[in-house]
């Protein structure tokens, strides 16, 4: 019989080797089961039914788990794009041809230079506000606005007068 041919067996670990001796873990071990509950596939020979017939109450021989077949449909196909269609190009077609390295055709170039040249708008200019320079400007502004004087205002003025 060839490798492919041969069955294997699913081994189980399903009871931890506290509390036995030390040869019976390292049997365990010799399997290939790393953790508790781990599963390992191996051939199925009368040396690997003999090591688990050594420590039966660590290990089980469980079934195969057969995968759902809603798992073997894939979700989606993906199909190959078809050959695209190469363009020939005519006989009777001219090649563009492109003016010198600004990567316009001639008939762009055209376009462009018969195009009107737009100017850039101006701004409308927005009304500042001025701020008076002296004394007497700032209190003819005030009086055109309709502001009152305060008190200490015009005492420091007529301290400035003297």
Request: charged content about 30%.
């Amino acid at each position: 019989m060839s490798d492919k041919a041969q069955k294997t067996i699913l081994i189980k670990w399903v009871r931890s080797g506290i509390g036995f001796t030390f040869r019976q873990e390292e049997i365990v071990r010799s399997l290939g089961l790393k953790k508790l509950n781990h599963v390992v596939e191996r051939l199925d020979t009368p040396q690997i039914r003999g090591v688990v017939a050594k420590v039966p109450h660590l290990l089980r021989i469980v079934p195969a788990v057969l995968k759902p077949v809603w798992l073997s449909v894939p979700e989606y196909t993906i199909y190959p794009r078809p050959a695209a269609q190469a363009k020939v190009p005519s006989e009777t077609s001219t090649p563009e041809v492109r003016e010198g390295g600004t990567g316009e055709t001639k008939a762009e170039a055209a376009a462009v230079a018969k195009a009107p040249e737009v100017k850039a708008a101006k701004k409308p200019k927005t009304a500042k506000t001025k701020k008076p320079a002296t004394a007497k400007a700032s209190a003819a502004a005030s009086a055109k606005t309709g502001a009152k004087k305060s008190k200490k205002s015009s005492a420091t003025k007529g301290k400035q007068k003297a």
